[in-house]
C-alpha cells in the first residue's frame, strides 16, 4: 500500500514537473522564434531580395538566351527561383530562407558557370547581368540582425531545459541566410 502512494507521489511530480517546465521554457521559445521570423520581414522587401532574385532572374533569362537551357544550372535554378517564389507568397519565414540559401547557392553555381565558361564568358548580357545581381545586396545590417536572432533562438532551443520542451511543442531549427560569396 506504501508503495502505491510513493509511486503515485513520485507521478504527481513528475507531471507536475513537467508542466512548469513548459509554462517556464515556453514563452522563451515563443519570444525568441519572433524575433527571428519578425527580424527576416525586412529582408523580404521589395528593395531587398526581391530586387536581388529579379536581377539574377534577368542574368538566369540572359544564359539562357545565350544558349545555357541544356545545362543543369538552368533547370536547377529555375526550379529554386520558382520555390523562392511560392515561399515568399505562403508568408513562411522557415521555408522562404530555405528557398533564399537554394537560390543563393544556384546563383553562385551561375556565376561560376559563366566566368568558368569559353562559351559563356564572352557573353556580355549573361555577365552584366551576373554583376548586377552581384552588386543587389540586401543591407548587411539586415542580415546580421537576421542571423543573430536565428543564433539567439537555437541557443534558446537547444538550451537543456529548453530542449525537451522544443521537441515536444515543434520548436524545429530555423536557418541562417547565407548569401553566396562569389569573392568579388
Do not use: C
Request: glycine letters at 8%.
Amino acid at each position: 500500500m506504501r508503495l502505491k502512494w510513493v509511486l503515485l507521489a513520485l507521478v504527481v511530480v513528475v507531471i507536475g514537473g513537467a508542466v512548469a517546465l513548459v509554462l517556464v521554457e515556453r514563452p522563451k521559445l515563443e519570444d525568441a522564434r519572433t524575433t527571428v521570423d519578425d527580424t527576416w520581414k525586412p529582408l523580404t522587401a521589395p528593395d531587398q531580395l526581391v530586387a536581388r532574385y529579379q536581377k539574377l532572374e534577368g542574368a538566369l533569362s540572359a544564359f539562357d538566351a545565350a544558349g545555357g537551357t541544356d545545362r543543369s544550372v538552368s533547370r536547377d535554378l529555375h526550379g529554386a527561383l520558382k520555390q523562392w517564389k511560392t515561399a515568399l507568397r505562403d508568408g513562411d519565414a522557415g521555408s522562404q530562407v530555405d528557398a533564399a540559401d537554394t537560390v543563393e547557392a544556384q546563383g553562385a553555381r551561375l556565376y561560376a558557370n559563366v566566368v568558368r565558361s569559353e562559351r559563356f564568358s564572352g557573353d556580355t548580357a549573361a555577365r552584366d547581368a551576373l554583376v548586377a545581381w552581384a552588386g543587389t545586396q540586401p543591407r548587411r545590417a539586415l542580415v546580421t540582425a537576421y542571423n543573430g536572432a536565428t543564433r539567439n533562438y537555437e541557443d534558446t532551443r537547444t538550451g537543456w531545459l529548453a530542449r525537451p520542451v522544443a521537441l515536444a511543442l515543434g520548436y524545429g531549427e530555423r536557418p541562417q541566410y547565407r548569401i553566396a560569396n562569389l569573392g568579388l
